[in-house]
């Protein structure tokens, strides 16, 4: 194995929105495959990345104002970011914009048309905009997009079209020869029969209604439509007819295309073909997997219902969303995501058992041995199949990776660590302890450990903080920490230290983290109406409710007297309608007695009463206007006295 390249990739992704865990998925997968090969020695390169092109990302980058290039580059930088967080080891990541792709897509389709494989011809055929792509109408179902179901539409116009139909027999022949190249066999099989065995038509790949993409060098009015610029990223970031190509020398064939179900016919029709007119060695395996479903629905940007997958990481643990969907969703089916399950999943099989197990031989360490591990002999009768399958655990790893089953890799982890559980339920340590059966302890706490030195070893490939987590606590000498040494079973020596840290899975309470949300929610719409009020106090705003607080009516003024040693007050008996009332008010220097009587006036009638000069004054006149010159706001009309004004 030293040495072997491995060459891994997943799709390009379609920058044109968030990324969900439908996308994490095949990332994950890849990821674990390529971690994996990395401890076993493999030289690899794992390439993942964008694919930027074309009417989708067109559409939306002009619904947000932007140019496809920058609504492109947010969505990049939010995409890597998400990959960091979730430890995506990729060692390359192309984008379709990516200057060395742009140039070689245009060498490629040259040639493809020099040597004529590519021709120039008229388009006529339904197309499905989200999809990007053309169906025959005995492809489309009811009518509609195969793949999504929506609404197709004809197009007619000027194509380049490469020749696939004629490949079809070398591609049958291939898949005869190979029966290992396209996987799992449903999938090929499905493929036979749907797309292949109705004769394969010659594709169109080129487009004159799409501006954003890659220009056909000679014939700059047509853009190269979305297969020839993806598909052909797999090779293009490798350097492919580049002077600096010696990755394309090394890693190329692929050793393996991980690809969804919806995509895989592009992948094992289209792609092949292409590779064969390029004269070049095909992949060596396509794989199909398939996708992560709610409630029997595809995850999708479309449907939006998808969370952002940093809040599973921020909420639970990026290692927990790792071992959930790598271990629960099994590669080739489609596999149920849920929250509760998620959350179940991280609180039994890693906190519980791993983790568990853990800080429970970590702390008998401590208590018992000083928090070093003092014996080098490991021979227990009640260990003996704990032994049996910790030793065998690293080669059982490597069949089912190798097979692609990375669920039961992860069983056959599980099943090592529930076996060690079970031996502390055996043996007893406290109770060995207790009698002083102090070489069996020994014996027990040396076993236990290097148990979880091999698992630790073992969940490398699909866990990326857990395996630190555990050796910073159980200080085991690097050289004993590679994959190779843990598939010999009692291989480290005595002294080695253990100090207790934080807990690897602390346990996720659901009943506590709803409350917490409910309690935030109530916080934060607290917050909110604080700022809203402080907002409206400096702004001086009221609202409706604080309005309709201050009553208003029709009032008649009855009578009209001086208020005794007042410059500028009077007395006014005012009629409201319900009652009388006596008003204080000063508008001596602006109203005679006799234009006061009988008028009409807008009174507050609500206002808390107060006394003037010995007067108490229970309600007040509106006025207007100030110095010299007051009116009073009258009523225009005949309104009767006592009406309410709104
Ligand atoms: N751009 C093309 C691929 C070109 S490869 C030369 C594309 N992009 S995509 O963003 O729509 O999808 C990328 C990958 O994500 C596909 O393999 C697709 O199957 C996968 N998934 C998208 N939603 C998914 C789920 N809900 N579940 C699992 N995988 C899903 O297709």
Known sequence: MENEKYYITTPIYY?????????????????????YKRLRGYDVFFMTGTDEHGQKIERKSAEAGKTPKEYVDEIIADTKDLWSKLGISYDKFIRTTDKEHVECVQKIFQKLYEQGDIYLDTYEGKYCTPCESFFTETQLVDGKCPDCGRDVELVKEESYFFKLSKYQDRLMEYYEEHPDFLEPLKRKNEMLSNFFKQGLTDLCVSRTSVEWGIKVPSNPKHTVYVWIDA????????GYLSPADEKFRKYWPADLHLVGKEIFRFHSIIWPALLMALDLPLPKKIFGHGWLVVDGTKISKSRGNYKDPREYINEVSVDALRYFLLHDVTLGEDGNFSEEKFIEKSNTNLSNDLGNLVSRVIAMIEKYEGGVINNNSYKDEDAVDLILAANGLISKVERNMDNLKINLAIDEIFNVISKANKYIDITMPWVLAKNEETEKLNKVLYNLVETIRIVTIALKPFLVETPDKIFSQIMIPEE??????????????????????????????????????????????????VEEVKKEEVENIITIDQLMKVELKVGQILKVERVEGADKLYKLQVNIGSEERTIVSGLVPYYTEEELLNKKVVVCTNLKPAKLRGIMSNGMLLAAGEGETVKLLTIDGDIEVGSNIR
Not at 15 to 35: E, M, N, Q, T, W
Not at 231 to 238: D, S, V
């Open 480 to 529: 004993y920490q590679t994959w190779k040494s843990a598939k010999t079973f009692g291989c480290f020596v005595k002294d080695t230290k253990v100090k207790k840290g934080e807990n690897i899975f602390p346990r996720i309470d659901v009943k506590a983290k709803e409350e917490t949300k409910v309690a935030e929610k109530v916080k934060k719409e607290k917050v909110k109406k």
């Open 15 to 35: 920058p044109s929105g968030k990324f969900h865990v439908g996308h994490c998925y095949c990332s994950l997968v890849a990821d674990a495959i390529a971690r």
């Open 231 to 238: 598909l052909t990223n797999y090779i293009t970031g490798l």
